[in-house]
């Protein structure tokens, strides 16, 4: 089968590989299907770096256009996995060192005293949904910086160790002690929820 027969939001008929190697090849739907795999996955990855959410969905767009504009290289690539965490890494973290990085923050919004009724409901309505995600916020948030990477990398993308450790620069053994740590904390979070009846609203 070939890449412009099937839809693009069938995005796992082919291997990160041959994607690269299409790209490579000027196959934009290839690139396309790339994108689609790996673009909200890098996003939150790259939040680890930077808080700033519209940054990091920018920086890791630019990536991409990269990658499409520097195709000619690509056969060079071993991991096109690991390879693209890495470079969304590096390239956050030279970013925030930069003082334009730092002047670009996101727009704060008045709100005025009198609040319409159908944006005062559109708050209430919201409420519940908020509580939970700071819920679960909270947990994430207490898991220390490299525990928490290591965690959503294999938890949630469903990386192997030996490729989060390429991405974070440590041993596999490393990544399997981070994992185990994330874990604990995550266990004392849930058990304490528990205790104040917050459980349930997760």
């Not at 396309?32 to 990091?56: A, D, I, K």
């Not at 990085?101 to 609040?115: A, G, L, P, R, Y």
Request: charged share 25%; with cysteine; aromatic share 10%.
């Amino acid at each position: 089968m070939k890449i412009n027969q099937i839809k693009i939001g069938n995005n796992d008929c082919f291997s990160d590989d041959y994607l690269f190697q299409q790209i490579r090849n000027g196959q934009y739907e290839a690139m396309e299907l790339f994108f689609n795999r790996y673009y909200t996955p890098l996003c939150r990855f790259g939040l680890s770096y930077e808080s700033n959410s519209c940054l990091v969905e920018e920086k890791v767009a630019d990536i991409f256009i990269q990658l499409w504009n520097n195709r000619n290289i690509l056969d060079k690539i071993k991991n096109p996995k690991s390879y693209i965490y890495v470079v969304v890494k590096n390239s956050l973290k030279a970013a925030r060192k930069s003082e334009q990085f730092h002047q670009q923050i996101d727009e704060t919004k008045t709100i005025n005293n009198m609040v319409s009724p159908s944006r005062e409901q559109e708050i209430i309505e919201n409420e519940q949904k908020e509580m939970n995600t700071n819920l679960i916020r909270e947990i994430l948030d207490i898991i220390p910086k490299k525990s928490r990477q290591a965690f959503e990398l294999s938890r949630i993308d469903g990386l192997k160790y030996k490729e989060i450790s390429e991405i974070l620069n440590v041993t596999p053994k490393t990544v399997e002690n981070h994992i185990a740590i994330a874990l604990k904390y995550i266990s004392k979070a849930l058990l304490s929820y528990k205790k104040r009846g917050l459980l349930n609203s997760i």
